[in-house]
T-cell receptor, first 113, second 117 residues
Framework: QKEVEQNSGPLSVPEGAIASLNCTYS??????FFWYRQYSGKSPELIMSIYSNGDKEDGRFTAQLNKASQYVSLLIRDSQPSDSATYLCAVNFRGSTLGRLYFGRGTQLTVWP | DTAVSQTPKYLVTQMGNDKSIKCEQNLGHDTMYWYKQDSKKFLKIMFSYNNKELIINETVPNRFSPKSPDKAHLNLHINSLELGDSAVYFCASSQDAPLTGGTDTQYFGPGTRLTVL
């Protein structure tokens, strides 16, 4: 069973804080992991992709991958009200067709001023 | 410059009707996708085409039929619409994954909100 699990939230943090979003997945052999952001009424847009264990940083965003624990997280530093959105975790599972992404149900983040 | 475009943006129709949604991408990508996002925001893949060839065909009612006239276009035709088909349908595209050695970034269109009455 291929599953991607996320806390649905809502996660509420004050402006300037660190927001931590978590995702677990069911297959340890999975290779590709993505975080998408989706504003209400809009389409998903890619925030980060990560393929290797460890941290990957891009501006205020850091993705962390631990394949042994089947866990991928997204940290947002210095959170801004404009970061308020739903964050979707997506995984390409081992043995799946390349490009076949399984999405979690998303975590709704609210950053209050 | 719109990378992935869809028409129409909104579609309201009666049960039993047949409707189509069109998608075009100008990114030069080889792979295109159709996703369905339900009222609980769960995003699930329906179909994928690579260079006009069907490569992903999830468990979807056969009332849904994708058509790819060329690699820049992927249309979705839905027959005999049902209430449960109401959702937002997203088209997406990505570069040919084997060329990048892995699953590549998917770029989503703006979505088509389908309401079946």
């Amino acid at each position: 069973q291929k599953e991607v699990e996320q806390n649905s939230g809502p996660l509420s943090v004050p402006e300037g804080a660190i927001a931590s979003l978590n995702c677990t997945y069911s297959d340890r052999g999975s290779q590709s992991f993505f975080w998408y952001r989706q504003y209400s009424g809009k389409s998903p847009e890619l925030i980060m992709s990560i393929y290797s264990n460890g941290d990957k940083e891009d501006g205020r965003f850091t993705a962390q991958l631990n394949k042994a624990s089947q866990y991928v997280s997204l940290l947002i530093r210095d959170s801004q009200p404009s970061d308020s959105a739903t964050y979707l975790c997506a995984v390409n599972f081992r043995g799946s067709t390349l490009g076949r992404l399984y999405f979690g149900r998303g975590t709704q983040l609210t950053v209050w001023p | 410059d719109t990378a992935v475009s869809q028409t129409p943006k909104y579609l309201v129709t009666q049960m039993g009707n047949d409707k189509s949604i069109k998608c075009e991408q100008n990114l030069g990508h080889d792979t295109m996708y159709w996703y369905k996002q339900d009222s609980k925001k769960f995003l699930k893949i329906m179909f994928s085409y690579n260079n006009k060839e069907l490569i992903i065909n999830e468990t979807v009612p056969n009332r849904f039929s994708p058509k790819s006239p060329d690699k820049a276009h992927l249309n979705l035709h839905i027959n005999s619409l049902e209430l449960g088909d109401s959702a937002v349908y997203f088209c997406a595209s990505s570069q040919d994954a084997p060329l990048t050695g892995g699953t590549d970034t998917q770029y989503f269109g703006p979505g088509t909100r389908l309401t079946v009455l």
